[in-house]
């Protein structure tokens, strides 16, 4: 993607442990506030990283890391997660419904690509609000 270029890049790494939910939500706000989401969008991505977390946290992998890409354009925030093996869109799972379910809810677009190291890479992109002049 060309706009990668123009990107300011973020990149956090998390350990598979419950405590760290909270510098989950801490990063995103940051993050957010930074790519000019406003609170309501800013609290739609804290849903969406806190639920692929939560995702993470109920795979059997304690040697494992989450990691958290976000790239912050002019006109959206795109955040790239590698280290969840289950596929959201499989369809006999009801966890993974669920999750993807809420994940279509509060971004604009949730994608799912397998990625190169195994597992799946899971792209969500909320786009920044027009404000009304």
């Not at 973020?10 to 506030?33: D, H, K, N, W, Y």
């Not at 939560?54 to 795109?78: A, H, K, M, V």
Request: hydrophobic share 40%.
């Amino acid at each position: 993607m060309t706009d990668e270029l123009l990107a300011d890049v973020v990149c956090l790494q998390l350990p598979q442990e419950t405590r760290m939910s909270g510098i989950v939500r801490l990063a995103v706000s940051a993050v957010a506030s930074k790519s000019g989401l406003n609170l309501d969008q800013s609290d739609d991505m804290q849903t969406a990283l806190d639920e692929l977390f939560r995702l993470y946290l109920s795979e059997p992998n304690p040697e494992g890391t989450l990691c958290f890409r976000f790239q912050i354009l002019s006109d959206r925030l795109e955040v790239v997660t590698q280290g969840i093996s289950r596929d959201l869109f499989d369809n006999d799972s009801k966890l993974n419904r669920y999750s993807r379910f809420i994940l279509e809810q509060v971004a604009d677009r949730v994608e799912e690509i397998p990625s190169p190291q195994g597992g799946f890479e899971i792209i969500l992109v909320k786009n920044v609000a027009q404000k009304l002049s």
